[in-house]
C-alpha cells in the first residue's frame, strides 16, 4: 500500500525542515503559516510517524524527521537538477552536436573559435563519441559524421587519405611516392588500403610491411606526427599538423575511400542556432578544399 497520497506536503516539510520555522517555510512557499501546518500534519498521519517536535514558538526535527528531510532533499536537489536540464535542451543559445573524437579533437575544435566570434551568444557542446548516437533520444541538434550520406545529410567534404609523415624522418626533404616503402608504414586498422594508394599511383609493391592496430584516425596522425613513419590517414584530421609543419604529405593521387563527412539533423527546417551553425561549417569545408584541392580529387 502506498502511503504517499501527493507531493505537496514532502514539499512543505522540506521548508519547514530546511528553516526549522513553518512561518519561514510558508513564506517561502508563498502559502500561509497554517496551511503549511495542516500539511506537515497531513503528511505525518499518512506516514504514520512523528517527524517534528513542536514548542510553542519552534519546532524541530525528531530522528525520524532527519533521516527522512536527507533523503527528500536530495531528491528534490536531483529532480530540480533533471528539469534544468531539460529545460536548457530547447534553450535557442545552447547548441548540442555529436561527431568523432579524431574529427573532433583534429578539426572542429581548433576551428571553432571563429564561429565563437561571430556568434558568441551560442554555446557549442560537443559530445565526442565514436558510437553513433540517435539525435532524438540523445537531444541533440546535429550530427557531423563519416560514411555514406544518407537523404536529406548536408555532404562537406569527401573522405580521403593520404600518406603523412613527420619531416624529421627524412631530414626535413620531401618523400617520393617510390621511397615511401624504406620507411615503416602505418595504416588505420586495413592494410590492404597502402595497397590500394600504391596502385593508384601506379607503383607495383609487393608485400610491403604495414603497421595496423590504430583504433582511431587521430591516433594515426600522432603516430606519424611522432615519427613512428608514414601513415596513410584522413588529410582533413591531419590538416592542423600540415599548416604548423609538424606533417608533410606525399605528392600523389589521394585515396578515395567512398565515404563522405556529413551533417545530419533532427529537423528539416532547423532553428537559427543550428543553421548559423552548418553555414559555418560549410564555409570552414569549402574553404579547405579550396586550398587543398589535391586532397580530395
Not at 517527524?51 to 527528500?72: H, W
Not at 573524437?101 to 578539426?107: A, D, G, K, P, V
Not at 595496423?212 to 596522425?221: A, I, K, N, R
Not at 601513415?231 to 606533417?247: E, K, N
Request: proline share 6%; with cysteine.
Amino acid at each position: 500500500m502506498h502511503k504517499l497520497r501527493t507531493f505537496s506536503g514532502m514539499l512543505a516539510f522540506d521548508a519547514a525542515a530546511r528553516h526549522g520555522s513553518l512561518t519561514l517555510a510558508a513564506k517561502e512557499l508563498g502559502r500561509t503559516q497554517s496551511a503549511v501546518s495542516q500539511q506537515v500534519k497531513a503528511l505525518e498521519q499518512q506516514l504514520g510517524l512523528v517527524l517534528f517536535a513542536r514548542k510553542p514558538r519552534e519546532i524541530s526535527l525528531t530522528a525520524a524527521g532527519r533521516a527522512l528531510a536527507k533523503t527528500v532533499r536530495a531528491s528534490i536537489e536531483e529532480i530540480e537538477a533533471t528539469v534544468t536540464d531539460l529545460s536548457r535542451k530547447n534553450d535557442p543559445h545552447i547548441l548540442r552536436l555529436t561527431t568523432y573524437q579524431s574529427f573532433s579533437i583534429h578539426w572542429l575544435i581548433p576551428r571553432l573559435p571563429s564561429f565563437s566570434m561571430k556568434h558568441p551568444e551560442i554555446d557549442v557542446r560537443i559530445d565526442a563519441a565514436d558510437q553513433i548516437l540517435d539525435l532524438r533520444t540523445e537531444d541533440i541538434d546535429l550530427a557531423i559524421r563519416v560514411g555514406t550520406a544518407p537523404a536529406g545529410a548536408i555532404v562537406l567534404l569527401p573522405e580521403t587519405f593520404l600518406p603523412l609523415y613527420a619531416p624529421s624522418i627524412a631530414d626535413g626533404k620531401p618523400i617520393e611516392s617510390a621511397d615511401a616503402v624504406q620507411h615503416r608504414l602505418l595504416v588505420h586498422l586495413n592494410a590492404k588500403l597502402w595497397n590500394e594508394w600504391f596502385k593508384l599511383n601506379g607503383l607495383d609493391i609487393q608485400h610491403p610491411e604495414i603497421a595496423t592496430g590504430y583504433s582511431h584516425s587521430g591516433l594515426l596522425v600522432q603516430a606519424a606526427i611522432a615519427g613512428g613513419g608514414i601513415a596513410l590517414a584522413p588529410p582533413v584530421i591531419a590538416a592542423d599538423s600540415v599548416y604548423s609543419g609538424r606533417l608533410n604529405y606525399i605528392c600523389g593521387k589521394p585515396l578515395l575511400t567512398g565515404f563522405e563527412y556529413y551533417i545530419e539533423t533532427t529537423e528539416k527546417d532547423p532553428p537559427e542556432k543550428v543553421r548559423l551553425f552548418i553555414e559555418w561549417v560549410q564555409w570552414e569545408a569549402a574553404d579547405m578544399r579550396k586550398k587543398h584541392p589535391d586532397w580530395f580529387s
